[in-house]
């Protein structure tokens, strides 16, 4: 929910760069190597959105994303970072970037495959290997893949002066649509 607000707030309000200062550490009591380093702040947004060309068609919607784009053919570029592993069905992810994009449209996707529904009490989660998913989008989807890095190391929402960091070794592809 956090999150929604401050991307609309920044996509929708803010016109410019490194306008606002927040301390985006300040909660982080445990692994500080100095006091200083929990109170470092950093300024925001680092990218201005209004810079994209009037035609860009740029879109970041609250909602299931099977239900949200169901518009066949309507996209030139799905752009996945972080993201197809917080469905509860992969699969259905899959379809849906298939059904949306244009006949040799392009998938770009980074991430891990953490499966944010794979712990959950009484929710039903499909979670696939890196392989499966990449089998299934070859032969049983059509996609071509383009370009494919594993194993790339990735943090994520971490302070870079903690004492601990986490570290995915995150997937990194490009896939075409076929022209079908």
């Known amino acids: 929910m956090f999150m929604l607000i401050a991307s ?4 929708n309000q803010v016109r410019g760069t490194n306008l606002y200062v927040i301390y985006p550490w300040v909660h982080n ?21 209004h810079d994209l060309p009037p035609s860009a068609d740029f879109s970041m919607t609250a909602g299931d994303f099977s239900e949200v784009y169901q518009e066949p053919d309507s996209w030139d570029c799905v752009v996945t970072c972080y993201f197809i592993d917080t469905s509860p069905n992969i699969i259905a992810y899959i379809e849906t970037i298939k059904r949306i994009l244009k006949p040799g449209g ?14 959950m009490y009484n929710e039903h989660s499909v ?15 059509g996609f071509e893949l383009v370009k494919e890095e594993v194993r790339i190391p990735s943090s994520y929402i971490q302070s870079p002066w903690s004492m601990m960091k986490l570290l995915y070794e995150c997937v990194f592809f490009v896939a075409k649509k076929p022209l079908e």
């Open 8 to 11: 609309h707030f920044i996509l």
């Open 127 to 141: 979670e696939l290997s890196y392989e499966e998913i990449r089998r299934l989008m070859l032969r049983d989807y």
């Open 29 to 49: 009591f445990s692994n500080n190597m100095s006091s200083g380093d929990q109170l470092r702040s950093c300024s925001i947004p680092d990218v201005d959105p």
């Open 106 to 119: 392009y998938w770009i996707n980074f991430g891990p495959l953490l499966y944010h529904f794979a712990d």
